[in-house]
């Protein structure tokens, strides 16, 4: 419902700043020139272009990992875009700067909403229906496009050449949207384990040995960056944990290798991945024949490191012995609880190593 609602709302929004932005080109002016009106479209559109594929360069790893954040920040984006476009009139001389920042903010919209789409249809395919989920999902949200459209043409009617009208209305719209889409969200139970997920969950198995649902742990991850939210983090119960997954070898200093050269002997025999600490944060290797599974038991592994790093103990010995006594156990608990414990999403892992362990030492690559 939340989701029919924002959309709804989106395309009302639309008819009012497409309104304002096909009247600042100059629609309807007789000094308006058709060369004119054409080149400007032509500069918004390539800003859009060229800023979804450096959106997609630098964020497309993530967007599986944090596909609910990501739904979240599209639909915001693609608000600025259409503020932007109400704007545009206001300030003549700078026209197509202010539709082409638009147009950006839209393209990182476009990358969002598909990628994030994709993944949360993969969620709603119990049955491998994927197909049938994608095409039922498109039918109403063109549903939702023509009765939203209907209704922006007639308030478009209703306030015209009345400013005042115009922008009340449109921030409702705005402030309506932006509520429904949080609320669509956060309805959002995933199952998937991502970074996040995997440190509440574990944090919470320390503490009392029980598994959360993915019911629970929906209404205590964040939806917005962290950057946002951070401020009601402090309150939060459980523990803001850094962890640098893939760190690559060659960025470590001489007493960090000599360091991760001893664990390899001591600790990590057996394991495709190697832990450290590193100005408080704790940092993995991934080998690289590590396979999904060993990514993800690295990532609980770097987990029960930073949970125990507070109590100052010997966190490789500590962290190990909890790993050997009661991981297998809290991954079954996970798999009856409804978790997918087959893959970790997570950023892609560029970087992995080589190492050899030998009787007294280790040889890294």
Sequence with gaps: MWDSLQGLSTYIRMMLSTQALLGAIGVGEKSATVIGATFQWFL??????????????????????????????????????????????????????????????????????????????????????????????????????????????????????????????FLSLTMFHMYANYKAVRCLALNSLNPERCSILLQHFMKTGKVLSPEQVSKMEHVLPIWVSSWSSKNSEFMNVDICLGVRVSSLNHLEMRELLHSVSSHYKKAKYLLMERKGIVCVVMHKDSTATDVLQSLFHANAMAILMDKHRNLHSESQSWMDKHYEAFIQKLKLSGWKTERLLSPMIIWKANWICGSSDGKID
Aim: glycine residues 8%; proline residues 2%.
């Design 44 to 169: 918004r559109d390539l800003t859009g272009m060229l800023g979804g594929i450096l959106f997609t360069f630098y964020q497309g790893s993530n967007l599986d990992s944090n596909a609910k954040m990501w739904r979240l920040v599209a639909d915001l984006m693609n608000d600025l875009g259409m503020l932007m476009d109400l704007v545009s009139p206001l300030f003549p001389s700078a026209f197509v700067f202010v539709v082409c920042l638009g147009s950006l903010s839209r393209s990182f919209t476009g990358v969002a909403s598909g990628a994030t789409r994709a993944a949360l249809t993969q969620h709603f395919a119990l049955q491998s229906n994927a197909a049938d989920i994608s095409a039922k999902e498109g039918s109403q949200e063109t549903m939702a496009t023509m009765i939203g459209m209907a209704l922006g043409m007639l308030l478009a009617r209703a306030t015209m050449e009345r400013p005042l009208a115009i922008w009340f209305s």
